[in-house]
């Protein structure tokens, strides 16, 4: 279009475009000054919702006259497309001002004081804009902020009327909420527009209050990959406080935004007027303090010892000794996440590993418990146990900006840790400290030293969380280290070693029954052995894992690992969903960082069939245990439940890449290609699994179904033979029949098995409700009826 004449203007130059309008600087040749063009994109001219979206931005913005909002001259046609002519603006929009730094506290108080008058004009206008955030706000090279894109703006009645020439039709506001996620932008909802109700101007509030929040720290309140993640935190989680990422804030600043970010909108401020003035008297107070007389104070005389100790420095210096112990250098920033490094084993014994490992996961764990700190889990951060690679270089792979590194040594009834806090983003340490204590005290001793590393990077506590750190709990040497034994065979998790760590935890117990740790370890075997296919009977393992767990809980009803593994009883053998889900919370509630319980909380919303938040936690769970094969290919299996059978092929052969070895990530391929049709391929992952793991029936009932619906039914019974014989040896669920049968389409029988295995509890009901191969059935009333008994309904 460029040197076209569109009606009276002059096309110069494209200036940019996106989603909903490309803008062309003009020449308007009857009043000789330079404007800018907005049409719609070629690819939307036709759409109904887009010319809608373009013509409330015109109805909307022109009804306006304001110096902080884009000024609209004019609306017209060409070629049957409507263009806006607006005013011509040289500079940048907000989102590029900011790019991912603070802005100095004055430009954040000017530019918040104009946004906040142009909304103010606005809303006055009876014009809510929706659609509030960094790229819809233009600066201009004079410092002067424009609110722009009114796009998804909602039109009310004012006092007095109406505030436009039109109210918009039912039918308009009905197509443009049909859009869901369009009417905002996911990352700048207000709380009332994630849920879809009706909103008002103090949508408008709460969104500014997110872009002064971005303004003064250079990144964004609320972040996630998806929109689901993004609706979840703005619906129920806090940000982080603007004045910890942003130290130098004024706290009058913080309070500011804390109130525009209040979920209540009865307790937002009500008006853009009120966010105004708090703005203006916060900046006159700021031109106050920067302006008030200085008292000036004269340096003494240099004195000789002065001297020497400046020139002692220097040559330390010059030693290479490190001039930031003296504080020298200011830190690279707030410290918000921070992974434990393994503890090296001093002791000189390679069989006081296992200490060395336990001490690190009870480090982990503690500072876990703190909700304002990301912690990575132990499994990421085990990957880098002996490596030499440089810090900066882990800490970005871990993606934290702080690491814990250190020793510790058992000796007899002593035990003793030094433990070192670095600025990985600097390679620069913060805190150093040895402890020499009595094993007796050690898990007064972890929580002394998650202390010390919370101090040092001054994040915030909660009154419960400084009561936990606090805790002086004593427990007996011998059953400390029965229980870290425990804890490094359970962390194996062949049926081997699972027997083996159970033996431990009863020896520990045995030592200290008052010992709540051992009892919560005894619930994670106890499940871990029953769930998926293992060789105890489910409804054994269920009321051993709930006796242990309820027994620890008993005895410290603040241990986060027993919390889950009720959650986890629950959830597979009693389908008490609501207790399941009160148990996950407070799992997580204890321990924020708790990988595990986040990874189980999504299997229990795939269980229900609520995949966005099933997804959300497993991406949460991917967050803190960043390098765990296992939690990478099971995001995987969600996808698989959610029938997003390209995305869990995708993902699944990610995890293959870390796990290629893995029975369960093979069996979730296999059913992946089997859902695509690709039944060669799914035959031959279900085969390598039966390679993997021949003394389990891994995978059986998984090939005995593809060789079915793929019409070699022979194949099919012949597994099911196989089945029947190992079933005189050890525990075979009744499922692994079910899944076969179904797969011949013969329904009775499959009907039968599913019964069969509802009356043992069967850990495979946790999915009945979303798994693709009981589909032949689902409309057929005895299966409408297990649904029902469990708990679920289709």
């Not at 909002?69 to 940048?92: A, N, W, Y």
């Not at 410092?143 to 894109?149: E, P, R, V, W």
Request: hydrophobic share 40%; charged share 25%.
């Amino acid at each position: 279009m460029i040197g076209q004449t569109i009606s009276h203007y002059r096309i110069l130059e494209e200036l940019g475009g996106g989603g909903m309008g490309v803008v062309y600087e003009a020449e308007d040749l009857t009043l000789g000054r330079h404007v800018a063009l907005k049409f719609v994109p070629d690819e939307l001219s036709h759409d109904r919702q887009a010319l809608e979206r373009f013509q409330r931005e015109a109805r909307a913005a022109s009804a306006l006259n304001h110096p902080n909002i884009c000024t609209i001259h004019e609306v017209g046609q060409h070629d049957s497309k409507p263009f806006i002519v607006m005013e011509l603006m040289r500079g940048k929009t907000l989102k590029h001002r900011i790019e991912g730094k603070p802005l100095p506290l004055d430009e954040v108080l000017e530019l918040a004081m104009q946004i906040a008058d142009g909304l103010d004009a606005a809303h006055a206008e009876g014009i809510v804009h929706r659609d509030i955030k960094p790229a819809n706000i233009f600066v201009t090279t004079r410092g002067q902020a424009k609110i722009l894109d009114f796009g998804l703006a909602k039109l009310t009645p004012v006092a007095g009327g109406v505030g436009v020439s039109a109210m918009p039709t039912a039918a308009t506001e009905v197509l443009l909420t049909r859009l869901g996620t369009t009417i905002g932008t996911a990352a700048y909802m207000s709380p009332e527009q994630v849920r879809g109700e009706e909103v008002d101007t103090r949508t408008d509030i709460f969104s500014f209050g997110l872009v002064l929040y971005e303004m003064a720290t250079g990144r964004q309140a609320f972040s996630g990959d998806t929109a689901g993640v993004l609706h979840d935190a703005i619906l129920n989680r806090a940000p982080v406080p603007a004045g910890r990422v942003n130290p130098e804030l004024p706290q009058k600043l913080e309070e500011v935004i804390d109130r525009a970010l209040e979920k209540d909108r009865k307790l937002r401020f009500q008006h853009a007027a009120d966010l105004r003035s708090e703005l203006q008297r916060l900046k006159r107070s700021s031109e106050s303090t920067q302006t008030a007389p200085q008292t000036i104070r004269r340096l003494p005389r240099w004195r000789p010892w002065l001297l020497l100790a400046c020139a002692l420095v220097l040559i330390l210096a010059g030693l290479g000794w490190r001039l930031d112990w003296f504080r020298l250098r200011p830190r690279a920033g707030p410290i918000h996440s921070i992974a434990v490094l393994p503890l090296a084993n001093l002791s000189g014994d390679p069989t006081q590993e296992y200490f060395a490992e336990g001490m690190t996961e009870e480090l982990t764990t503690e500072l876990a418990q703190i909700s304002a700190l990301r912690v990575i889990s132990r499994t990421s951060a085990t990957r880098f146990k002996g490596t030499q690679r440089p810090l900066p270089e882990i800490a970005k792979e871990l993606d934290v900006d702080a690491v814990v590194e250190g020793s510790c040594e058992q000796s007899g009834q002593r035990v003793r840790i030094t433990a070192q806090l670095i600025d990985a983003r600097e390679d620069r340490h913060l805190w150093a400290k040895s402890y020499d204590e009595d094993l007796r005290d050690v898990l007064a001793l972890q929580g002394r030293v998650a202390q010390a590393i919370t101090r040092e990077i001054a994040v915030k506590l909660t009154p419960q969380e400084q009561a936990r750190l606090a805790s002086t709990h004593s427990v007996d040497p011998g059953a400390y280290q029965l229980y870290l034994r425990g804890r490094f065979f359970w962390r194996k998790f062949s049926a081997a070693d699972i027997a083996k760590s159970i033996d431990y935890y009863q020896q520990a117990i045995e030592k200290d029954p008052g010992f709540a740790a051992p009892y919560a370890g005894l619930a994670d075997a106890y499940a871990l052995g029953s769930v998926g296919g293992g060789a105890t009977p489910p409804r054994e393992g269920a009321l051993k894992a709930r006796a242990a767990a309820t027994k620890a809980l008993e005895l410290n009803n603040e241990l986060s690992e027993a919390h889950l593994s009720l959650a986890l009883v629950h959830t597979y053998y009693d389908w008490d969903w609501a207790r399941a889900d009160a148990e996950f919370r407070r799992a997580i509630e204890l321990n924020p960082n708790y990988a595990e319980a986040h990874h189980f909380y999504s299997h229990y919303f795939v269980a229900l069939g609520r995949f966005e938040e099933s997804l959300s936690q497993s991406r949460r769970a991917l967050e803190l245990d960043p390098l765990s094969p296992d939690l990478i290919w099971h995001l995987g299996w969600h996808y698989l439940f959610a029938r997003q059978y390209d995305q869990a092929i995708e993902q699944l052969n990610k995890g293959a890449k870390l796990a290629p070895n893995s029975p369960v990530l093979r069996i979730a391929l296999g059913m992946a290609f089997e859902q695509k049709g690709k039944l060669p391929e799914a035959i031959a992952e279900y085969q390598q699994v039966r390679i993997l793991a021949p003394a389990t029936p891994f995978g059986l009932a998984e090939l005995g179904h593809a060789y079915a619906i793929s019409g070699n039914k022979s194949k099919a019974r012949d597994i099911l033979r196989q089945l029947d014989e190992l079933a005189k040896r050890r525990y075979i669920t009744a499922w692994y029949r079910a899944v076969i049968y179904a797969g011949l389409g013969e329904k009775e029988p499959a009907l039968r098995s599913l019964d069969a295995a509802a009356e043992e509890h069967s850990f495979g009901f946790a999915t009945l409700k979303v798994d693709p191969r009981f589909d032949p059935l689902r409309s057929d009333p005895g299966f409408q009826e297990l649904l029902r008994r469990i708990g679920l309904t289709q």
